[in-house]
Structure formats: structure tokens, C-alpha cells
């Protein structure tokens, strides 16, 4: 799943190449990723983008002060090109969930745009609205993690309320906005944090640290993202871990081996040796300790 550092490059690189483009067509090819009615999204054509903004893990695409906002959910991606496909979508039959396509008259360029989504499970959302807060999963965003008034005081008023483990609440976007998966994997490898330890149990070094690392994580991957084109932000997010999505391999800070704990329909990858003392987590639901 894309998070705040790939959305954020993202954004900065639609922004510079759409800025000034007149979107000429607008085809939904997957109406159950379409979550608005009114305006319709055929309202879009004839108005030109005025810039690309993010909102936790949301793109809001500002046309005219009328918003395509979309969520690319667990397997969705963009796919921008200079030379965009004319052939008609066959409605059901592709994994583009949403082409625009686009005019910038200021080097005559014709601009194409793909929302797809691989797989089965379709989670992919699209909203048109006149307001990016009109969308439900914006307006209950918490605050953005790289934003001026998030300090360690906020983080730390945010974790000493909470009974839940820290991994979980990392990733919840009421709480915190843009982190998920893979990003709390990497920030509590870098906090030397076990990502079952209870929030509101952290001391004030813990914390203080935990906000360093949130800080230094997010910001190089935000970094490493710049100037990136869509087609390379994925193989960048993945050069970059030291834990997630590394089970098996040795630990780069201490050569132990990365280890999993799995559930239904997601895992997480820790350093026993970093995180936890040398504990080895139980790899079932329940997540306690191995005795």
C-alpha cells in the first residue's frame, strides 16, 4: 500500500507535470470505485488542474476548485504517460479503475492518467467533490506527521491516552495520518520499540525517541521519493527497509534475523534483538510472548 512518503512524492510529481492541463476526458471504468454522485465526475471535463495535494494517503487534484480525490487503497497505483491510449475501456474487462486524459497547451502536450488496481479484493476509492473535506476518510484524518505543529509533545499526548499497542496506533488514521503497514514496521525497528508495547506504557526517552525516528524514517523516504516518476516510487519504498518485508534476512544494525508475525491479512516484520530484548513474538493472533 502506497504511504505518506510514496503519496507525498507522488503528488509533487503530478503537481509539476499537470499543472496548467485541461482535463479533455474523464472514463470511469469501475463504478464501485466511484463513491460520489453529485457533482458528476463528468463535471470535471473543461476545467484545467491548478496543482496536486495530499491529505494523509489521498490525492486531491484541484480542477477548477472541483476535486478528483483518490485513495489507491492496498494494490493500487497511477500510471502517468506522455502519450496516452485512445481505445475505449471495456467496462469490467481491465485493472484501470480511471483514466483522465489531458491537454497542457503551454508545449501542446496530451497527458494520459490510470488509476489501476491489481487483484480480486477492490478497495480503490474516487471521490469528486467541491471540497477535499467532503470526503468522509479526510475530514477524519488526525494530523499529519510531517506538518509544523507536530512536535514530540503532541506525540506524546497522542501515545500517554492510549491503551492500545503502539504498531496499531501508528497505523490508525484518526490518530496519526499517512502511516501504515510498512512505515510502522520501520519507524519502531528505528525506536528500538517492540511493536506490541502498549502505547500509554512509554516513558518520556521512549517516546522522545519514537518521535525521532518518526521524523528521520518519514523524512528520508520523502527524500529518496523526490522527482520520482510514478513507475520508480515503488522499487524506491522497497530499497529502503531495513525490516518490513524482509522476514529471514539479517538485521543490517545488528545481523540478527528479521523475523514475522502474521495475521488474517497482514504481517509485521521486527529485530528481536532491537525491539524486544530477544523475545521472540508468537506468531499467532493472540500476540503474546513466546514462554
Known sequence: MPELPEVHGLCTYLDSRLEGAVL???RINSFSALKTADPPYTMLEGRTIRGATRYGKFVALDADG?????HLARAGWVRYTEHPS??????????IAARLLLHRPTDDAHLGLDLTEAGTKKSLAIYVVRDPLDVPGIATLGPDPLSIGFDASALAAITSGSSQQIKGLLRS???????????????LHAAKISPFAIAKSLDQDSVTHLYDSLQTVLREAVAAAAGKPSSE????????FRVHARTGLPCPVCGDTVREVSFADTSLQYCATCQTGGKVLADRRTSRFLK
Open 24 to 26: 479533455t476526458n474523464v
Open 66 to 70: 472541483l476535486f478528483f480525490v483518490f
Open 86 to 95: 485512445s481505445a475505449e475501456l471495456r467496462m469490467g474487462k481491465s485493472n
Open 173 to 187: 488514521q484518526s490518530v496519526i495520518a499517512g502511516i501504515g503497514n510498512a512505515y510502522s514496521d520501520e519507524i
Open 233 to 240: 516510487l515503488k522499487d524506491t519504498k522497497r530499497s529502503n
